[in-house]
């Protein structure tokens, strides 16, 4: 069974910095891509970041951008999220989310339980 | 930009539901594949995967979910709709990234 658990959230200031981890188990974590979407607090889902199942490629969402890394650590099964000069609009539940092909194809099969980081003084 | 209506929708039991999603710009790649899926969160939990390539029901999902469309317009459909399909439904397109959802629509039970 695919297990994905979200660490690393809480609370920050404005322009502090955060990482978050997401410790992956249930299948060969380095054959799939992974990404990390986010849901501010009664809004929608946002599309934050994904990286190939090699770690060879990233993508983000224009919103993050030079601000935000995400990377992958094959021989602990652990994505990460590295978070930058955060902004109060950064706050919202932060979703791991495995997909279903070694790129980042957008078929989210599974997801974690999210872990909330909030961005305020 | 992905396009959702109606914000929300309230059903009776039993009954159809029908959800609409548009993209500014075709989801179809020169692979042949269209890059749209549904998900559905339901209240208090995360999102799950309905609907993968416009028209595949995901493993576990019931029949009655149903999806079709094809190039930029895409519908949901929900057959005889139940009280546990109660939650928020996105489109998401893949086609490119970033990665977009619509705005969600809310179904409710009457």
């Known amino acids: 069974e695919v297990q994905l658990v979200e660490s690393g959230g809480g609370l920050v200031q404005p322009g502090g910095s955060l990482s978050l981890s997401c410790a992956a188990s249930?299948?060969?974590?380095?054959?799939?891509?992974m990404n990390w979407v986010r849901q501010a607090p009664g809004k929608g889902l946002e599309w934050v970041a994904g990286?190939?199942?090699?770690?060879?490629?990233?993508n983000y969402a224009d919103s993050v951008k030079g601000r935000f890394t995400i990377s992958r650590d094959k021989s602990k099964n652990i994505v990460y999220l590295q978070m930058n000069s955060l902004r109060a609009e950064d706050t919202a539940l932060y979703y791991c989310?495995?997909?279903?092909?070694?790129?980042?194809?957008?078929?989210?099969?599974?997801w974690g339980q999210g872990t909330l980081v909030t961005v305020s003084s | 930009v992905m396009t959702q209506t109606p914000l929300s929708l309230s059903v009776a039991p039993g009954q159809s539901a029908s959800i609409s999603c548009k993209s500014s710009?075709?989801?179809?790649?020169?692979?042949?594949?269209?890059?749209l899926y549904w998900y559905l969160q339901k209240p208090g939990q995360s999102p799950r995967l309905l609907i993968y390539?416009?028209?595949n029901r995901f493993s576990g999902v019931p029949d009655r979910f149903s999806g079709s469309g094809s190039g930029t317009d895409f519908t949901l459909k929900i057959s005889r709709v139940e009280a546990e399909d109660v939650g928020v439904y996105y489109c998401?397109?893949?086609?490119?990234?970033?990665?977009?959802f619509g705005g969600g629509t809310k179904v409710e039970i009457k």
């Open positions: 249930g299948f060969t974590f380095n054959t799939y891509a």
């Open positions: 990286i190939s199942g090699s770690g060879a490629s990233t």
């Open positions: 710009h075709s989801l179809l790649r020169s692979d042949g594949k269209t890059y």
């Open positions: 989310v495995k997909d279903h092909e070694w790129w980042i194809r957008g078929w989210f099969d599974s």
């Open positions: 390539e416009v028209s």
């Open positions: 998401m397109q893949s086609i490119e990234v970033p990665i977009t």
